[in-house]
Nanobody
Framework: VQLVESGGGLVQPGGSLRLSCTASGFEYLFANFDMSWYRQAPGKERELVADIWSVGGRTMYTDSVKGRFSISRDNAKNTMYLQMDSLKPEDTAVYYC????????????????WGQGTQVTVSS
């Protein structure tokens, strides 16, 4: 199983970035997985930024990014995205892609897959 993030980098405050997470090697279809973005800033705990459900595509955001970030997925491409607008210095962190749990035939199947992370730095 592989989750590969891309799209991180250095951006000025107020700028935008689009992160991608491409999955491969899943036992179940990508569409069956709940997918999430987490981030971890230096000296802080890893926190959930946003997630998108496998069923219905419902989304959830942590309060600090509501109205600025948008999570989406393209199941045909096995890819999840995080569009980040109006970036702030406090958004600086390593951003991680997470997959799990999966759902099949009405059952929840516990998975806990992580990508390697991509650095996002917001600075002038």
């Amino acid at each position: 199983v592989q989750l590969v993030e891309s799209g991180g980098g250095l951006v000025q405050p107020g700028g935008s970035l689009r992160l991608s997470c491409t999955a491969s090697g899943f036992e179940y279809l990508f569409a069956n997985f709940d997918m999430s973005w987490y981030r971890q800033a230096p000296g802080k705990e890893r926190e959930l930024v946003a997630d998108i459900w496998s069923v219905g595509g419902r989304t959830m955001y942590t309060d600090s990014v509501k109205g600025r970030f948008s999570i989406s997925r393209d199941n045909a491409k096995n890819t999840m995205y995080l569009q980040m607008d109006s970036l702030k210095p406090e958004d600086t962190a390593v951003y991680y892609c997470h997959a799990g749990p999966a759902y099949s035939q009405g059952r929840e199947i516990r998975y806990d897959y992580w990508g390697q992370g991509t650095q996002v730095t917001v600075s002038s």
